[in-house]
């Protein structure tokens, strides 16, 4: 597993992880379904379930993603949005999703 980030994504996961301390600090990156605008995948602190889960350290951060995830999806590319929050990518992103009434980008 491989996983790519800017050093301002980097420094703000870790801001996150220190005002979570009551929290796992490991960052799954996770399959969240598909949104209007199409598949959508996200993070969130969580523990690796040993044997589940592929893994990689970046600067320090433990990011984990089930086995089975990442064999269908590959690797992971994390952006920071200027208005705050993160944009994941994977290296296979599935197609379709959204919903029938529009082409994305709706308030469905």
């Not at 796992?24 to 889960?53: Q, T, W």
């Not at 200027?82 to 709706?106: A, H, I, K, L, R």
Request: aromatic content about 8%.
């Amino acid at each position: 597993m491989k996983v790519i980030a800017p050093e301002s994504a980097i420094v703000a996961l870790k801001e996150i992880i220190a005002e979570n301390q009551d929290k796992p600090n490991s960052i799954r990156v996770y399959f969240a379904g598909n949104s209007c605008s199409g598949p959508s995948f996200a993070l969130a602190l969580d523990k690796e379930v040993s044997g589940e889960d592929a893994s990689c350290d970046v600067e320090g951060l433990h990011f984990i993603m089930n086995q089975d995830e990442f064999l269908s999806y590959g690797n992971v590319t994390i952006q920071e949005l200027p208005q705050g929050g993160f944009v994941v990518f994977v290296d296979n992103m599935p197609t379709g999703g959204g919903c029938s009434g529009c082409s994305g980008g709706c308030d469905c």
